[in-house]
């Protein structure tokens, strides 16, 4: 497959996974795993692409961002509006946490097999929410307490476990804490615009070695439809809100968390491993990651897949063009 198209296809799932309760992490790692895209190069594209859903948000909700920016002096606990602060403090568990343990969490937990149970567990999580939500608490937004703010970070620690999803976690944890619907959604999205430049930046400087001006159609793709994807998708779940519940979302989790299963059942040991310039590498990129891309292959080590449709930057990978359908 050209990798135009695969860079079109990732920016589709990005912007339309990033800020819905599926996990945009999940879905990258098996839609690279099914597209046969792999390499450092292309995990380095998986954290760039981010950046396009995060500037749809940030645009999207300027006025609010503008807001607490000017009011950055105003404190959580005596202001009755929301404040940096209350962003502040959400980030402080998750970065904590990823700080500590991004090495073993991006060696041992990206990977098909643990998103699947990532989507499982999630789903379950969501459907629990909904059922035990205590009296609402905080209609909107600017009635979010300092330790409601706290416990929404708590509950994002959940998200470092690949497939259970940021947005998830924190949409769900605000209804547990008494958050209505549409205030945790619209939290969960001001809080991931700072805890994703950081994820997405740290990632980006730590692989800045591998770009090049060759690859700036491929990421610029990726980039473009990632931001106007994200735009209709954050639009179109807030008015979901407003008449729905989490449970469908739950649902949809099991759903495709069982034909992802059945299929790798029935792909084992069936499908050619692609090959890739740049070496495979220990999985994809997404908010809920936290740590630069694992140690790969040395490139000396890989083969040039000269079978390939499409020019492929160096550690990008298409599939095999004589690889048998699963």
Known sequence: MNLHLIAAIQGVVEGLTEFLPVSSTGHLILSAHLLGFSGEKADTFEVFIQLGAILAVAILYRSRILDMLRRWRDLPWSSSRLTLWHVGLAMVPAVVMGLLFHKKIKLYLFSPATVLVGLVVGGVYLILAERYQPPVRAATVDDLTWRQAVGVGLFQCLALWPGFSRAGAT????????????????????????????????????????????????????????????????????????????????????????????????????????????????????????????????????????????????????????????
């Open 171 to 326: 949409i769900a944890g605000g209804l547990l804490l008494g958050i209505a619907h549409e205030p945790a959604a619209e939290f969960s999205f001001l809080l991931a615009v700072p805890m994703m430049v950081a994820a997405s930046g740290k990632d980006l400087w730590s692989s800045r070695h591998l770009l090049s001006a060759d690859d700036a159609a491929i990421f610029g793709i990726g980039f473009a439809v990632s931001f106007v994807v994200a735009w209709l998708a954050v639009v179109s779940f807030m008015r979901f809100l407003g008449r729905t519940k989490l449970t469908p979302f739950a649902w949809y989790r099991f759903a495709l968390a069982a034909a992802f299963g059945v299929y790798m059942l029935g792909a084992a040991g069936t499908a050619a491993p692609p090959v890739s310039l740049g070496g495979p590498t220990a999985g994809g990129a997404g908010v809920e990651q936290t740590a630069p891309a694992a140690t790969s292959t040395p490139a000396s080590q890989a083969l040039p897949n000269p079978t390939a449709t499409g020019s492929a930057p160096d550690g990008i990978s298409a599939p095999a063009a004589e690889a048998p359908p699963p």
